[in-house]
């Protein structure tokens, strides 16, 4: 098996089968391989084709009962020579006689072009076309290789462009649970201070869309961050050009779920809202879709934090002026039609009475507290 491994592709073998970072790095060469264990070498075959599901499952129990009836470990177990061959036979079938299917072929094929040739999109589509044929174990595999290969600080700058020529089409066709594997890794190279490789592997989630994949406590990271550098942008000269391109990050990092880490709520909830509300001039033309969108996806946590704005200092000298109050409540009135909670509604109705001096009074924010925190 480790010869089969040796002859097919070993750097995608290794970046399938080693999840943890700092050791993939102690695996370079085919000698390498001797010290992977058994059962890894076997499920990393599996993985990548090699051998198939139920030839890991027979060989596996093989490596078992090795382990278990031998004479290192003292047992009742008689093993028959009728046993040794059924298994012989497993291993001839399996292993020996078997060579990579179509599927995985294509894969070597794939990634000996990635490493070697020039894609552009015209040499990218066929490549586009296999990939979206093949079994779904055999594209989360690709998917980890792409990635470990990406973030391989030594790899050619011409290797990772081919690779964003297909890493969005691996990556949409990949499900759930492969993606957040791969979110795990950024977040063990930012645990381990591996810097470069961190950069890496933010450069290829942001390139694939998936950067809402983080972990909480790196998702919260970012989006403190990125409401940060938006804030700045609205603030700043000329911000109506500088704003789209910070809301549009903005908008790559929120998970499907809409849930914003408890952490940073409020500060997403203010941030967009006093970018929404704008400046005398107007809201940025390019980023207002993005912000609609954003606030569009306030869940009822969220609309509990506008409500909380109306205690903030920045907030209240804001709404003091006529033409942002109106478009505070005009922000108030879609956040009605996106609860289901009577007392959140009956709340976001409630606002349009109010008058600037009830906001700058906090007559306002008392009366909503009240109402919602009962």
């Not at 063990?188 to 989630?205: G, H, W």
């Not at 001039?281 to 869940?299: C, E, K, N, Q, T």
């Amino acid at each position: 098996m480790r010869s089969k491994v040796a002859h097919f592709d070993l750097n995608y073998f290794y970046d399938s089968t080693i999840t943890d970072g700092a050791r993939r790095e102690k695996f370079i060469s085919e000698e390498d391989l001797k010290n992977l264990d058994d059962w890894e070498l076997i499920r990393g075959c599996t993985e990548t084709g090699i051998i198939s599901e139920i030839g890991y499952i027979h060989l596996d129990f093989i490596r078992q009962m090795r382990n278990f009836a031998s004479a290192a470990h003292p047992n009742q177990t008689q093993l028959t020579g009728l046993q040794l061959a059924n298994w012989l036979d497993t291993c001839i079938r399996e292993v020996l006689a078997k060579d990579p299917s179509g599927p995985v072929l294509e894969i070597k094929r794939l990634l000996t072009n990635i490493r070697k040739e020039r894609l552009d999109d015209k040499s990218a589509a066929p490549i586009i076309a296999s990939i979206k044929k093949l079994p779904k174990d055999l594209l989360h595999s690709l998917l980890r290789a792409l990635f470990g290969m990406y973030t391989d600080i030594k790899l050619p700058q011409n290797v990772r462009d081919n690779i964003d020529k297909i890493s969005i089409d691996v990556w949409t066709l990949a499900d759930e649970s492969a993606k957040q594997n791969i979110s795990k890794k950024y977040a063990i190279y930012s645990a381990n201070a591996e810097q470069q490789r961190k950069s890496l592997a933010r450069e290829f989630l942001n390139k694939v869309d998936g950067l809402s994949y983080l972990a909480e406590d790196q998702l919260a990271g970012e989006l403190s961050e990125a409401l940060e550098n938006l804030s700045k942008a609205h603030y700043d000269f000329q911000n109506f050009y500088k704003e789209e391109p910070h809301a549009k990050m903005l908008t790559k990092l929120i998970p499907k779920t809409g849930i914003i880490p408890e952490i940073v709520r409020y500060d997403y909830v203010k941030t967009l809202t006093i970018c929404r509300l704008g400046n005398r001039y107007g809201v940025s033309y390019g980023a207002l879709p993005y912000y609609d969108l954003l606030i569009g996806a306030f869940r009822d946590d969220e609309i509990l934090d506008f409500f909380e704005l109306l205690d903030d200092l920045e907030i209240i000298s804001l709404l003091q002026y006529k033409i942002f109050l109106n478009r505070f409540i005009e922000i108030s009135l879609r956040l009605e039609g996106q609860t289901i909670n009577e007392i959140l509604k009956h709340a976001l109705r409630k606002l349009r009475d109010y008058t600037d001096k009830d906001i700058t009074s906090r007559r306002a924010y008392r009366e909503m507290i009240t109402l919602t925190r009962s």
